[in-house]
């Protein structure tokens, strides 16, 4: 168990929750890949994720959200971190995410998911369209489970 999200008793009401991952895989040559996804309905670049269904925890509802937005089977590492913003709608979301790597499967466009794109570390800032993902992405590398991946 690598812990869970706990929500404050007095968030608010309307409070979305979502949950997500930060997908890695190791090449051939043995550098680190991660996966970035491009949702064309809102022209941007980020990390899979997705709201929680009803009694999901967090981490339930991170690898499932993965597997259905990238068609991939994935393990949990580590708990990453959470982002906070306010959603397009106008109502707060929180997103939890954690640190995966890749257990088997194929990427599929779909409804939520146009493009992936396996990045080495060095690119994958620059390519995020959102701040917070970028500084999420921040404490990934320096996560003992990538840093001597990426040496």
């Known amino acids: 168990m690598t812990g869970e999200l706990i929500i404050p008793h007095d968030a608010p009401s309307d409070l979305t929750r979502a949950a997500g991952g930060v997908v890695i895989r190791r090449t051939a040559s043995g550098d680190v890949e991660v996966a970035c ?3 064309e309905a809102r022209g941007d670049w980020t990390f899979p ?9 967090f981490e339930q509802g991170a690898l499932r959200e993965v597997e259905e937005e990238i068609n991939h089977r994935c393990a949990i590492a580590r708990f990453i971190g959470a982002t906070n913003y306010t959603h397009r ?5 929180i ?4 640190l995966m ?13 146009d493009e992936l794109v396996w990045l080495p570390l060095g690119e994958v800032r620059e390519h995020l369209t959102w701040e917070r993902d970028q500084e999420l992405f921040d404490l990934v590398v ?4 990538v840093q001597p991946l990426a040496s």
């Open 37 to 39: 996804i491009y949702r």
């Open 49 to 57: 994720k997705g709201k929680l269904d009803e009694g999901e925890t």
């Open 89 to 93: 709608k106008g109502r707060p979301k």
């Open 95 to 98: 997103v939890a995410y954690y």
């Open 101 to 113: 790597t890749v257990i088997s499967g194929n990427f599929v466009s779909n409804s939520e998911v």
């Open 142 to 145: 320096v996560m003992p489970e």
